[in-house]
């Protein structure tokens, strides 16, 4: 498991280091109002995509852990598998009378369709049910590094945004085509019939109920907030949404590789362990999201027009709004991908999933107009607390909520610490360039923090230095 959490580890610092250099390039040659229409056409795009995923990611994998031999491995993908490509046909041909019917951005939206394509290949979820995660990381790193290169050659202006798009939905369908031949090579002919499918017709309807009502706070809320305030204010938000993915893709790396494993252990009967899994990774959510959470904050007004440019200085308050998020839908993947699912708790699962989708909706809808897209960032931030709210009483059998809330505050002091120290640095530095500022307060913040941890004699970070550093003083 460690093995295949360092490669989704990997391909996350790829995910983030690329954005560390295109997004700037991207967000000025294109500019704001480009930005958005891209922004505004994938949030349409994503609604078709949930009627072709059903959240299969979630489920597939989750099967593909528990099968116990070749056949079963084959019988299972093969029945997960046709239900999500009939969904994929049937969606497409939805999508083409979409297209064909569209007035605005009509260029746009065709290339999309091949974003559409892509998904209804995507077998990922088969990989990480095996804990193979090498076979399919490394083959998406190298497309996404070609995807990269094209961006910088062939996107020079502001008339080059379908480029842009086409590269960005060609590299998607590439890499699934690639991790195709993969699969095949290594399970064979596989045999598809609709009887191998029906037993997971029903539980995948019934996960599929999850995006479908998520689309409320996340497409759908951007549709709304495009058609009040306009383009402009859509590329706000999608800049500081990129920024909280970047951020949020080493949490959720954790949730990739460790479920399939905690479902191996929850079918073998397995209790201790699988609560000692639970309680892992309530620790590294929270020792990881929760300074990362403050960061953000601390960083914010200087980050934002350096990393974006001037043009989308207006982000900046959408940025300090999505921050808590990192520590709430990290916390939300723990209760919900690693609790109430394995446990078979799909139906509390929804339902928590049905509340904070519908309140966030209004909320959106109450502000957005007044509030712009901050008001739509507020209304994500609503979503995820009230998810996490309702997921904390549903899971409360397989944690301790004292011992839960002991972590939680214990990283949040030590945060509030780092951000005193990182605003001390930038008032100190008052009248110095951006990047130097940024700088000093990176560095004052890490430092701080983990000084905190040391004072307090983190068992996380002891352990660490225990077994890499070789500090044989140090107690585990």
């Known amino acids: 498991m460690k093995k295949n959490y360092l490669y989704v580890l990997f391909y996350q610092f790829i995910i983030v280091v690329t954005p560390l250099f295109t997004t700037p390039y991207v967000s000025r040659v294109l500019g704001a109002t480009n930005i958005g229409i891209d922004a505004y ?3 349409v795009v994503q609604i078709f995509l949930v009627f ?26 093969a029945g997960i598998y046709l239900m999500q490509c009939l969904c994929g046909l049937l969606v497409s041909s939805v999508y083409v009378v979409f297209v ?39 083959r998406n790193t190298v497309v996404r590094l070609l995807s990269i290169a094209c961006i910088f050659l062939f996107v020079n202006d502001a008339s080059d945004l379908w480029l842009y798009v086409l ?11 690639v991790t195709w031949s993969a699969l095949l090579a290594d399970l064979g002919w596989i045999h598809f019939s609709f009887r191998m499918m029906k037993k997971h017709v029903g539980p995948m309807l019934l996960l599929s109920v999850i995006p479908c009502v998520s689309l409320l706070y996340t497409a759908v809320n951007k549709v709304i907030l495009g058609n009040a305030a306009g383009a402009t204010e859509v590329g706000y938000y999608n800049q500081a949404f990129k920024i909280y993915t970047i951020c949020m893709g080493f949490v959720s790396a954790l949730s990739t590789v460790i479920v399939p494993r905690m479902a191996m252990h ?10 000692q899994f639970v309680n892992f990774s309530i620790r590294y959510v929270s020792i990881s999201t929760i300074p990362l959470t403050f960061g953000l904050i601390g960083i914010a007004s200087t980050f934002v027009p350096l990393f974006l440019g001037e043009a989308f200085l207006p982000a900046t308050t959408n940025v300090m709004l999505f921050a808590p998020c990192l520590f709430l839908a ?9 609790i109430l699912l394995i446990t078979n708790q799909s139906r509390k699962y929804t339902v928590s999933i049905i509340i904070g989708s519908v309140i966030s909706f209004a909320v959106n809808l109450v502000i957005v107009r007044v509030w712009e897209s901050a008001g739509t960032v507020a209304s994500f931030l609503v979503a995820n607390l009230v998810i996490v709210v309702v997921q904390l009483y549903f899971a409360r059998k397989h944690y301790e909520f004292r011992y839960f ?8 002091v030590c945060s509030v610490l780092m951000l005193a120290a990182m605003f001390g640095v930038k008032t100190l530095l008052a009248g ?11 560095v004052t913040g890490v430092y701080t923090y983990l000084l905190c941890l040391f004072i307090s004699k983190d068992p996380l970070l002891f352990k660490i230095l225990y077994r890499k550093v070789g500090w044989k003083h140090v107690k585990k």
């Open 41 to 43: 056409a994938n949030s």
């Open 52 to 77: 072709i995923l059903l959240n299969v990611g979630v489920y597939g994998r989750k099967q593909i852990a528990e099968a116990e031999n070749r056949h079963a491995l084959k019988t299972t993908f």
């Open 100 to 138: 064909w019917m569209v007035g605005s951005y009509q260029l746009i939206f065709m290339i999309y369709g091949l974003m559409l394509l892509a998904y209804a290949l995507d077998i990922s979820w088969f990989f990480i049910g095996r804990e193979q995660v090498k076979r399919i990381m490394m």
């Open 167 to 177: 590269i960005n939905s060609a590299a998607l369908l590439i890499g699934q085509l």
């Open 266 to 275: 929850y079918k073998k009967g397995n209790q201790e362990k699988f609560r």
């Open 330 to 338: 990290g916390i939300a993947d723990v209760l919900g991908l690693q």
């Open 405 to 412: 809330l002991k972590i939680v505050a214990k990283y949040t």
């Open 432 to 442: 110095q360039n951006d990047i130097t500022i940024l700088m000093y307060q990176i």
